[in-house]
């Protein structure tokens, strides 16, 4: 009987030191966490990944996932890059696209984007017209009026308007806040639940894209 216990152990030791190993399954998967943009988007950027948000200032939504994203976006490595895309779903937003895209051209859009968020959806100001804009920046950034007002009804900030309104129908855009990364892949916001699982999933797929660009050991 004593015989048969130790053969038995060494059998089942055997059999389990004999099993190949299995990789730890991955947290998000294709198909059910995100999925692939059918066609995909291009980037026209081989050193980074690009990660796209696209918001509206007046989407409360947008407010709420600003709060995450901020903190969020310091600790992107440097292959990794967000872009954010100004939509215009409805009227008063075009106003506010040529605000973001306005205040990134001056070099100033790491000051007023939260700001515009909390004006909006705290302070419950109203921006009807980029006159109203403009004055806000004044006052609240002392920035020259004129000069935003000139560069806001500009061509090139019309040309970025036209931009980003066709990056939105590439991507397939219907709601904001949405996330595309790289241009491939769409988080499936329904079974992530949560900003913080959008956020999460999405450091998760650009650090997949990285490695596949070659950027990352």
């Known amino acids: 009987m004593k015989k048969t216990i130790t053969l038995l152990f060494v059998f089942v ?8 190993e299995t990789k ?11 999925t692939l943009l059918d ?11 690009i990660i796209y948000e696209f918001f509206g200032y007046k989407c409360p939504h947008c407010a709420h996932f600003e709060v995450l994203e901020s903190p969020w976006k310091k600790t992107l490595p440097k292959n990794v890059k ?3 895309v100004p939509v215009i779903f409805q009227p008063g937003w075009d106003v506010l696209a040529k605000a973001y895209y306005t205040a990134e051209t001056m070099g100033i859009i790491e000051q007023t984007h939260k ?4 004006a909006i959806h705290k302070e419950h100001i109203r921006f009807r017209t980029l006159e109203d804009v403009a004055n806000w920046y004044a006052e609240k950034f002392n920035v020259d009026k004129d000069a935003f007002l000139s560069t806001a009804n500009s061509f090139m900030i019309d040309s ?9 129908r590439k991507m397939k855009i219907t709601s904001t806040p949405s996330i595309i990364i790289n241009g491939k892949y769409v988080p499936n916001k329904k079974v992530l639940k949560s900003f913080a699982g959008v956020l999460d999933l999405t450091s998760f797929v650009a650090k997949k894209e990285a490695k596949a660009m070659g950027l990352t050991q």
């Open 160 to 168: 970025k308007i036209r931009q980003s309104d066709n990056m939105m």
């Open 24 to 34: 730890a399954q991955a947290p998000y998967e294709e198909g059910l966490h995100y």
């Open 82 to 84: 967000l872009v954010r």
């Open 115 to 118: 700001a515009m968020f909390d």
């Open 13 to 20: 030791s055997f059999m389990a030191f004999s099993q190949p």
């Open 39 to 49: 066609p995909v988007f291009d980037t026209e950027t081989k050193d980074q990944v």
